[in-house]
């Protein structure tokens, strides 16, 4: 199966990620219905005819699940949702008849090729076409995405906050391998990025392993396909203890010349920058929407 890494956008603030269901195994016969609630979000505009990213705007979505063990059927409530700058109000609508397959208690996907648009007050939009649905949902780790093209013409893409890069066996986290954690404030157009498990080359010699360092007020930049984090002259925070949550500030490994790209639309990431004497510079994917097509 080939996999399709779904485009996405960032979040605002921070994600309020909740469930309504408990733990328990699904069982085929007796349906379970669950509430997910993302709130703070933002949907990012792309408009597909110029591509290039047009629009960025806060937005709260809830999904409304009922699933047995293999399938479900979900609706995506969504409010406070503009499709470009030009729109004079914002809408909210509710998308309808979705269906979806339950990979596990925590793992769901869902597509549609064309959804019903109501009002809130249950009428029928009728100005508006919404296709090309399509999501994921992992509650475990509190990770979702999902995108919706508007009439043709807008691209709406919708994600969490926090950004991971992907690690072995897509697990969320590696005790020991190297990996990145992106955290962007749309508002300020600011970002911090968290580094695990990173070794800097001098020469010949390598430095010690950090566990946790991260690299704080970077400039954020919208591009076509994502985001340009830039910054320079940065003192990055070293993190120590058992949970690793005691920070200190490093300028000692000061940071230069930071650029990193988040690719939104393919799921991938670059990072480059200078520190200790030497180089650091990577590319891989990032931990968003596994999409199997």
């Known amino acids: 199966m080939k996999k399709f890494l779904l485009s996405l956008a960032l979040v605002a603030t921070a994600l309020a990620f909740t469930s309504c269901s408990d733990d328990e195994p699904v069982v085929q016969d007796e349906p379970i219905k669950e509430t997910i609630v993302g709130r703070g979000l933002i949907s990012s505009v792309i408009t597909i005819a110029q591509n290039k990213a047009t629009y960025i705007e806060t937005a709260d979505y809830t999904f409304n699940i009922e699933r047995t063990k293999n399938d479900a059927k979900m609706s995506i409530l969504a409010n406070d949702v503009k499709f470009d700058s030009h729109m004079p109000v914002k809408v909210s609508f509710l998308l309808d008849d979705i269906k979806a397959i339950c990979y596990d208690n925590n793992t769901i996907m869902f597509n549609a090729t064309k959804v019903k648009m109501y009002k809130t007050t249950g009428e029928e939009y009728t100005g508006y076409e919404i296709t090309n649905v399509q999501g994921y949902i992992d509650s475990k780790n509190g990770v979702y995405s999902f995108e919706y093209v508007v009439n043709g013409t807008w691209r709406i893409i919708v994600c969490n906050s926090t950004i991971r890069t992907c690690v072995t066996n897509n697990d969320y986290t590696a005790p020991a391998e190297l990996y990145y954690t992106y955290q962007i404030d749309i508002a300020a157009m600011k970002a911090e990025v968290f580094i695990y498990n990173v070794q800097f080359q001098v020469g010949d010699a390598m430095s010690p392993?950090?566990?946790?360092?991260?690299?704080?007020?970077?400039?954020?930049?919208?591009?076509?396909?994502?985001?340009?984090?830039?910054?320079?002259?940065?003192?990055?925070?070293?993190?120590?203890?058992?949970?690793?949550?005691?920070?200190?500030?490093?300028?000692?490994?000061?940071?230069?010349?930071?650029?990193?790209?988040?690719?939104?639309?393919?799921g991938e990431h670059t990072i480059f920058f200078n520190c200790h004497g030497g180089e650091h510079q990577v590319r891989n994917l990032l931990y968003l929407n596994l999409w199997d097509s």
Not at 218 to 247: M, R, S, W
């Open 209 to 266: 392993v950090l566990k946790k360092i991260s690299v704080p007020e970077l400039d954020v930049t919208a591009t076509a396909t994502g985001l340009e984090l830039t910054g320079d002259n940065i003192v990055p925070t070293y993190y120590t203890g058992a949970n690793l949550d005691q920070a200190t500030p490093y300028p000692a490994l000061a940071v230069t010349n930071f650029k990193s790209t988040l690719n939104l639309r393919n």
